[in-house]
C-alpha cells in the first residue's frame, strides 16, 4: 500500500521546514517522519532511499537530506524545491514503492497525468500555510 492520496484530509500539519510542510501523526522522529509536502507529498516512512525521484525529476524540485536512525533508510529524497514542481509526474511514477503522490494545487487536480504548469516559480495562495 502506498501514500495515503487523501492525506491532506486524514493528517494535519504538525510541523515544517522553509520549504514544505510536514503532515502527520505519525511524526516521531528520528523512526516516524510523516508525509513531507503538499503538492509534491512524499510519505518518508515508505521512501526506500533509492534516489528515482530525484534522478527523474527535470526541475530539480527534489533532493537528498539525511534522515539518520529511520528504519528504511539513512536518506531519502524530499521536496525541498517543491515550488518548482511542474506536476510532470515523473517523480509518482517512478517510485518503486509508491510513496509519492503530486498534486496540482493550481487547478484542484491529484494525481499525475495532467499537461504540467508551463511557470515553474508559480506558488499557490495558501498553499503552505504557517505550521501550527
Not at 5 to 32: Q, S
Not at 63 to 78: E, F, L, M, N, Q
Not at 91 to 116: K, N, W
Request: charged letters at 20%; proline letters at 11%.
Amino acid at each position: 500500500m502506498g501514500i495515503d492520496p487523501k492525506f491532506y484530509d486524514n493528517r494535519k500539519i504538525v510541523a515544517g521546514t522553509d520549504a514544505y510542510n510536514i503532515w502527520g501523526p505519525p511524526y516521531a522522529p528520528p523512526t516516524k517522519l510523516g508525509i513531507h509536502g503538499t503538492q509534491v507529498a512524499m510519505d518518508m516512512d515508505l521512501c526506500i532511499g533509492d534516489g528515482a525521484c530525484i534522478d527523474c525529476c527535470p526541475v530539480d524540485a527534489i533532493r537528498w537530506i539525511d534522515t539518520p536512525g529511520h528504519p528504511t533508510s539513512a536518506r531519502k529524497g524530499a521536496p525541498v524545491n517543491e515550488v518548482a514542481c511542474i506536476v510532470c509526474g515523473a517523480c509518482e511514477t517512478s517510485c518503486p514503492v509508491t510513496a509519492i503522490h503530486i498534486t496540482d494545487l493550481e487547478a484542484g487536480y491529484y494525481g499525475h497525468g495532467r499537461q504540467p504548469r508551463r511557470d515553474p516559480t508559480w506558488r499557490a495562495e495558501g498553499a503552505f500555510p504557517p505550521v501550527q
